[in-house]
C-alpha cells in the first residue's frame, strides 16, 4: 500500500476483502489518520499455499528492507499467515502488561523492590513493589522509577491533604 499524499509505503498481509482493508501496523495507522485514508493498494501475490504466503512476506520484507527503511511505516517484518501470536508462551510479567493495558493501566518495570528515599533528611520514606503502592502514598509511578533509572534527579508527591511536596524525593532499587 501507497499513500497517496505523501508517499509512505506499508507492507501487509490480510485474508480479509481488500476493498475494506487499509493495513493494521501501529504506525501506519496513525499515518492514515493524520493524512488521511487516500491509499493505492497493489497486491503482490495471491495465494492458497501458506507456505508460499510466509515466504514471500518474509522475502519482501527484506527485499525491500520495510522495518528499517523512512520509505515504508512497517515497525517488524511482515510474516504472512505466520504472524499471529496465538499459542505463544509468554512470562507473567509480560501477560501482566499485557493486561494492565488492555484495562487502559500504565504498565511499570519495576525491577525489584523501589526505596523512596527523602532528600533533605535522606531518611528512606517507603519500599515499593508496585505503581499501585506508589500511587497510594501519593507518588507518579513514572518519576520514582525514572529517578532509579538514573533519568531524573527528583520528583515530588502529592501529600493526604492534597498539596504538593515538590522535588522532594529521590528513589533507588532496594539492595
Not at 58 to 77: H, K, P, T
Request: hydrophobic share 35%.
Amino acid at each position: 500500500m501507497t499513500h497517496r499524499g505523501t508517499g509512505l509505503k506499508y507492507l501487509g498481509f490480510t485474508t480479509k476483502d481488500l476493498d475494506k482493508y487499509d493495513g493494521s501496523g501501529t504506525h501506519w495507522k496513525l499515518h492514515l489518520a493524520k493524512h488521511g485514508n487516500d491509499i493505492e493498494k497493489k497486491v503482490l501475490l495471491e495465494s492458497d499455499s501458506e507456505e508460499e504466503i510466509n515466504h514471500a512476506a518474509l522475502y519482501l520484507s527484506e527485499v525491500y528492507n520495510v522495518v528499517d527503511s523512512d520509505l515504508f511505516a512497517n515497525l517488524c517484518v511482515e510474516r504472512g499467515v505466520e504472524h499471529t501470536t496465538l499459542g505463544i508462551k509468554r512470562s507473567a510479567e509480560s501477560r501482566a502488561k499485557q493486561g494492565a493495558s488492555r484495562r487502559g493501566e500504565k504498565a511499570y518495570n519495576f525491577k525489584g523492590d523501589l526505596v523512596v528515599i527523602h532528600k533533605a533528611s535522606g531518611v528512606a520514606v517507603g519500599t515499593f513493589k508496585g505503581g499501585a503502592e506508589l500511587e497510594a502514598a501519593g507518588f507518579s509511578p513514572a518519576h520514582p522509577l525514572k529517578a532509579a533509572r538514573g533519568e531524573r534527579q527528583s520528583f515530588g508527591r502529592t501529600l493526604p491533604d492534597g498539596t504538593k511536596d515538590r522535588a522532594a524525593y529521590t528513589a533507588m532499587y532496594a539492595a
